[in-house]
């Protein structure tokens, strides 16, 4: 074991954990990690690389890590996570990757959820500035909220710093309780800030329960996502440690030396006994000289040569060789485990004898989330690693991840006038060292990868000149790290390759996520049922009674059919659809959607929206109306009934009632913020049922015998209010069938009696219930279009035949302008037309192509010419055969030719016709 008395704040050593970890079972203590547990037991090598399957280990102590992976499979299964940051708990089970991950095998059970939090301040860090920025803001009275992805706030703050005269552990516990104590504030630790936004936007990601393992309680979220809208975003986010490149650096016990220090005072882990630092700044003196206070030999490798006098004296004093101007080359290994034993240092290739190398190369400022919302970057020489490179209106870095790697100014830069003070060593220059003498093929640099100098250097070869292409090519930066250790050292071998200044290469793009997310926690509870949830009409009962076949429609769980006993759909469809067109049916039409549209410039409104005049509708009318996107195309149609002078009820179709509130309310939102206008969706408020059929009349008569349904007193596309046993009714004459029809609306707590009511009123008329299949059937059979399955997003109002529904007199609206183009009005456009197999047999397949006919009934050689497809085929009762719609290259000017439609290895002939096909005079219309 290599555990150290007086080390290990964050550890409880009075409760033991036993883990599982490749097969071995080991033991360690609550607020250890697996990285801390696996060190704690000598346990160096995890895993093998993914390109050339070299020994893996512990190469960092927290996300910045490219080699410690595991993969988790008790109590959750979990691929692919850093052993570095998954915290210990009872039973848990993991092994090393090998190579690749592997997704889980069993369903995750655990529950995900999110939350909406606005604030005026967001401080994302909590370490020494991030604690300060944010006592300031609460101080200040100012709603805060805290984020930090490690389990305890302090950073990196080990306890040996001085922050306001007392020890920095002391301090950070006195401002946590201050701030616990500001009801203002909101505090979140294991919750990393993984995306950032416009408009102070950031998303993070709490991890709420993964460190209890199976004693999680079931009923809380295992991870929530915060969404957080911030009026100023505060970036405390550190920087982070990156290595020298040298050869064969990648093997296990070699690491970041800040990470060994992390180990001992959080952990109280000793990673190694004959330790070497190899060094650029002056940081590693600290990690050195704490690991000769624990017990272990260090002999510390300057790469500068001039030490820093004051460092140099207290490792002398402290019995640590110390050996200025010299840099690693190389190192050897245990031929079974991979482990480093020994370090090839200087020129002569000196063999140093070590368990443990730890290598310092200077420090990165974390300025990923500073980078996702657009913030330039620029290149800092002295530091040699990017900086925020402007002001972002509503962003402020400070600290480390500005660049200001000294203690008591990042303190200074969060806390202004009433920052704290810090007593710290002062500081010598850095010196920028990206890589040593040695053989490029083996010399890694980012080690996710297994990438070298010498990929790099194909990439120089190739032509690649600008970073963004370098790390394209090599895959440097693309693991699940994102490069966080690697991908400055890419930068900066670049430029030595080229020989041009690195900040002549460009900058790569940070991307969000900062950290790999769970798809489950970007899913939250949006999960099986809850992902497609399956919404019932209020009459749903009835139709699973009536024995209906469902089908799934825009989330709706709609009646397909009714087949009677020894029907299939073809038989049961014939049937419903010859009583329609003979008699009468009844159609729950309740998914339709529908928005109320309120305000004295409703009409202003709609006028935009649709392409027909809505506003010299009158009171007691409905109207049919098209909408068009910004390019002239189709998006929705529906119908349109005026309420009052500043009211309206909009129908939309069943899958686009959402995308059509979601159009109207960013038009009023963004771009007429003047109009006095209020929409309400009351799809569910509303059971609406069709009754169909030349009987309808009687029907509805029976049902209501006080009102005058005639056509005299109530027209087609009119409505009226009126009440059956006390509760309010909505009649109306619209037709998706061409038949008589009224469409009988109730409060949807209603709807089972009001149904109740018409099946019994239809049952002398032979009333059959009819669903969405039958429906399809009969708005085709009058060339009714169904958008999205006779229109694909590239089909106007004009090839759709609709022409009639587009106003002339209107200054604009949406897609007018569009109307005009020359692709807009080639006459050649695919258009809507029917086609009827001349066999009058063959069912064409809907989305078969269309081709010229072929006198030999043979299809040529590809490619050939497609001239549309079938968009719509349906058997009809009322013609006797088959038939189909389809969008058809200048279709209206092919009527009465012949075409071919490929269905299997057979052409089947086709004749081009009209789009309406049953009652073109409309005769049927009123009864």
């Known amino acids: 074991m290599s555990r150290v008395d007086r080390y290990g704040w964050a550890i409880d050593r009075g409760r033991t954990v036993t883990v599982t970890v490749n097969g071995r079972t080991l033991t360690g203590h609550p607020g250890d990690t697996l990285a801390s547990v696996l060190l704690a037991h000598d346990v160096v090598a995890l895993g093998t690389s993914v390109r050339y399957g070299r020994p893996r280990g512990i190469g960092a102590a927290w996300t910045e890590d490219p080699t410690g992976l595991v993969q988790v499979e008790e109590p959750f299964p979990e691929p692919m996570l850093l052993a570095s940051t998954v915290e210990l708990a009872e039973g848990l089970v993991a092994r090393g990757v090998n190579g690749r991950g592997r997704l889980a095998q069993v369903p995750d059970h655990a529950r995900y959820d999110r939350r909406h939090t606005h604030c005026d301040v967001l401080v994302v860090g909590s370490g020494p500035t991030g604690l300060t920025a944010a006592r300031r803001a609460a101080r200040a009275g100012q709603d805060v909220v805290l984020v930090d992805d ?53 998303l993070a990601l709490e991890r709420r329960t993964d460190h209890l393992g199976m004693q999680a309680p079931q009923h809380r979220a295992r991870q929530r996502v915060h969404r957080i809208r911030a009026g100023r975003i505060v970036l405390a986010t550190g920087a982070i440690e990156r290595p020298v490149v040298f050869e064969d650096a990648d093997r296990p016990g070699v690491m970041l030396a800040s990470a060994a220090r992390d180990l001992l005072h959080r952990h109280g882990v000793l990673a190694g006994h004959d330790v070497v630092v190899a060094t650029t700044d002056d940081a590693a003196y600290a990690v050195a000289l704490d690991l000769a206070a624990a017990g272990a030999r260090v002999e510390v490798l300057d790469a500068r040569a001039a030490v820093p006098a004051g460092w140099a004296g207290r490792c002398a004093a402290a019995g640590v060789v110390l050996t200025p101007a010299t ?70 870095v400070v600290g480390a991840a500005n660049g200001t790697l000294d203690l008591a100014a990042g303190l200074r830069e969060a806390g202004g006038d009433t920052a704290p003070v810090a007593e710290e060593e002062p500081r010598t220059p850095p010196l920028v060292l990206w ?384 109307f005009a183009r020359a692709a807009n009005t080639d006459p050649a456009r695919k258009q809507l037309v029917s086609l009827l197999p001349t066999d009058a047999a063959t069912t064409l397949p809907e989305g078969s192509q269309i081709v010229d006919f072929r006198d030999d009934g043979v299809l040529p050689p590809p490619p050939v010419p497609m001239l549309g497809h079938v968009t719509s085929s349906y058997h009809s009762a009322e013609l006797g055969r088959p038939f189909a719609l389809a969008l058809l290259r200048g279709g209206r000017d092919r009527v009465g030719e012949v075409v071919h439609v490929p269905v299997g290895a057979s052409l089947v002939p086709a004749r081009i016709g009209g789009t309406v096909l049953v009652d073109p005079e409309g005769a049927r219309r009123d009864g």
């Open 327 to 396: 840099t690693p080359r190389g190192t050897h290994g245990d031929p079974d485990t991979g482990r480093v034993t020994a370090v090839l240092a200087g020129d002569d290739r000196r063999e140093i004898p070590c368990d443990l190398l730890l290598v310092s190369g200077g420090w990165t400022p974390a300025v990923h989330l500073f980078s996702h919302v657009g913030g330039a970057l620029s290149h800092d020489a002295a530091l040699g690693a990017a900086v925020p490179g402007e002001r972002l209106a509503g962003v402020e």
């Open 435 to 818: 890589r040593t003498a040695g053989d490029p093929a083996r010399q890694f640099v980012d080690l996710a990868r297994d990438a070298t100098v010498a990929d790099i250097a194909r990439a120089v070869g190739a032509g690649m000149r600008h970073l963004e292409h370098v790390k394209r090519y090599t895959t440097i930066g693309t693991a699940h790290d994102q490069g966080k250790t690697s991908g400055v050292l890419a930068a900066g071998i670049t430029a030595e390759l080229t020989g041009r200044p690195v900040e002549a290469l460009g900058t790569t793009t940070f991307r969000p996520p900062y950290t790999p997310v769970a798809f489950a926690a970007l899913a939250g509870r949006e999960r099986g049922d809850l992902y497609d949830p399956v919404r019932t009409t209020a009459i749903h009962d009835r139709h699973v009674r009536a024995g209906a076949v469902f089908e799934d429609v825009g989330q709706w769980r709609r009646p397909r059919y009714y087949p009677r006993s020894g029907e299939d759909m073809a038989a049961a469809v014939l049937r419903e659809c010859a009583t329609v067109r003979g008699a009468v049916g009844m159609l729950d039409g309740s998914t339709l959607g529908k928005i109320d549209v309120q305000g004295p410039d409703a009409a202003v409104l709609l006028d935009h929206l649709y392409t027909n005049l809505v506003s010299t509708l009158r009171v007691g009318r409905v109207r049919y109306g098209v909408m068009c996107g910004h390019d002239g195309m189709v998006v929705d149609d529906g119908t349109v009934l005026r309420l009052a002078e500043d009211r309206f009820l909009v129908t939309t179709t069943t899958g686009n009632a959402a995308a059509v509130l979601d159009r109207a309310e960013e038009w009023i939102q963004t771009e007429r913020t003047d109009l006095r206008v209020r929409l309400t969706s009351v799809t569910d408020h509303w059971s609406v049922f069709a009754v169909a059929g030349p009987r309808a009349r009687h029907v509805v008569g029976r049902a209501f015998p006080g009102v005058d349904i005639s056509n005299s007193a109530f027209g087609f596309m009119s409505w009226l209010d009126t009440a059956l046993d006390g509760v309010p009714v909505r009649l109306a004459r619209i037709s998706f069938s061409g038949e008589l029809a009224y469409e009988v609306s109730v409060a949807s707590t209603h709807g089972p009696a009001l149904w109740d009511r018409l099946v019994a009123a239809g049952g002398p008329e032979g009333m059959t219930l009819y669903g969405t299949e039958t429906m399809h059937v009969l708005r085709a059979e009058k060339g009714y279009p169904i958008i999205g399955q006779d229109t694909d997003g590239t089909v106007s109002p004009h090839d759709l035949g609709l022409g009639w529904a587009v106003s002339a007199k209107k200054a604009d609206f949406a897609g007018k302008r569009s």
């Open 150 to 202: 490690r389990p305890d706030p302090g950073g990196t703050l080990t306890g040996t710093e001085r922050i306001d005269g007392r020890g920095s552990r002391e301090w950070v516990a006195d401002v946590v309780a201050e701030l616990a104590a500001h009801p203002r504030v909101t505090h979140l630790q294991r919750t990393t800030a993984f995306g950032h936004y416009d408009d102070g936007f950031v």
